[in-house]
Every structure is written in structure tokens, then in C-alpha cells.
């Protein structure tokens, strides 16, 4: 663990300081950070190694915004979704499956699992980690991500039941 902070995954190598050595903005440092704080790790990969810290750091750009809020999104479908929605939803994802050398219902089971998995760190982290959406810094994450759950949006015909359960919860 203490060799962490000697590691970068950050996808923005152009504009890299000794300062912030990870953008914050690329789904890159999105993978690393909430994986780090998934783990209770983030004390060996601090918030301000990130020129955008993941939770507090406002996201003024657009394109910012919605790489932020699609990352989350996704990952909460991932973690409410069954195999066949992924299947139905992303249909490459048995592109993905045939490389795997394994029978197909078993290499989307563990396609599936990954996902979920993944899904479920990311969902623990918005929801013991990041302050509700009225506490947090404006143009941050919990607080784009509040806005935007307030906002209509279309869901998968196979997960309307599932997303429309899920909202219940509380980030």
C-alpha cells in the first residue's frame, strides 16, 4: 500500500505536474480513485495528488460534468443489472465473453460479476463517503449527481422496475 502513491493511471500524461500528478477528470483517475476509497485506501492516495479531487472538486466544464455523471451512472446500473440486461443493454459485451475460452452463459456470469462488483464499490462510495448533495461543494460530484437525479432520464426498457426501486436509496 505505500507504494501507491509512486503509481499513475491518469490518461491526461500532457498536462501532468509534480503537483497534481492525476487529472481527476479521465475515467482513468475516476477507476483509481474510487477504487482507492472503495478499499479505505485513501489515506495512501491523497486528494490532493488530483487537480479535481474526485468528491469535492467542482466540475466546471461540461465535458467534465457528463464524464462524471455517466462513470456513476453506469456503475449504479452495473450494480442493480442482471446478466441478461447487460446483454441486452451492451450487446458487445459478448464480443468481450467469446475471448474468455469459457462456455458463453459462464463468461457472461463472470462478466456480469465484475461489473456488479464494480458497481457496488462505486455505489458504496457516493453513499458513506460523499456528502448529500445540499452539503456539497457546488459543481462537485454528489452535488452534479444530486441535480441529476432529480432530472427525468431514460433507463433500459429491461431495468425501468430495478433504477425506479433504486432511487429509493439515498447518496
Not at 483509481?32 to 485513501?42: I, K, T, V, Y
Not at 466540475?59 to 455523471?69: K, T, Y
Not at 460530484?141 to 433504477?163: D, I, M, N
Request: proline share 8%; charged share 20%; aromatic share 8%.
Amino acid at each position: 500500500s505505500d507504494q501507491i502513491v509512486e503509481t499513475n493511471s491518469c490518461a491526461d500524461t500532457r498536462n501532468r505536474t509534480e503537483q497534481y500528478p492525476h487529472c481527476g477528470r479521465c475515467s482513468q483517475c475516476f477507476d483509481r480513485r474510487f477504487a482507492m476509497l472503495a478499499a479505505g485506501l485513501e489515506n495512501y492516495d491523497p486528494d490532493d495528488a488530483y487537480a479535481v479531487p474526485l468528491i469535492s472538486g467542482p466540475r466546471n466544464e461540461v465535458r467534465d460534468r457528463e464524464i462524471a455523471l455517466s462513470y456513476v451512472r453506469n456503475a449504479l446500473n452495473y450494480e442493480v443489472f442482471e446478466p441478461v440486461d447487460l446483454q441486452n443493454t451492451y450487446p458487445s459485451v459478448l464480443d468481450a465473453v467469446g475471448y474468455l475460452e469459457l462456455p458463453p452463459d459462464v463468461g457472461l456470469s463472470q462478466v456480469h460479476g465484475l461489473l456488479q462488483r464494480h458497481g457496488k464499490a462505486v455505489a458504496s462510495v457516493m453513499r458513506t463517503k460523499a456528502p448529500s448533495a445540499g452539503q456539497a461543494v457546488p459543481g462537485s460530484l454528489p452535488a452534479l449527481f444530486g441535480q441529476a437525479q432529480r432530472e427525468p432520464r431514460l433507463a433500459p426498457a429491461s431495468t425501468l422496475k430495478t433504477v425506479a426501486s433504486s432511487r429509493d436509496k439515498t447518496f
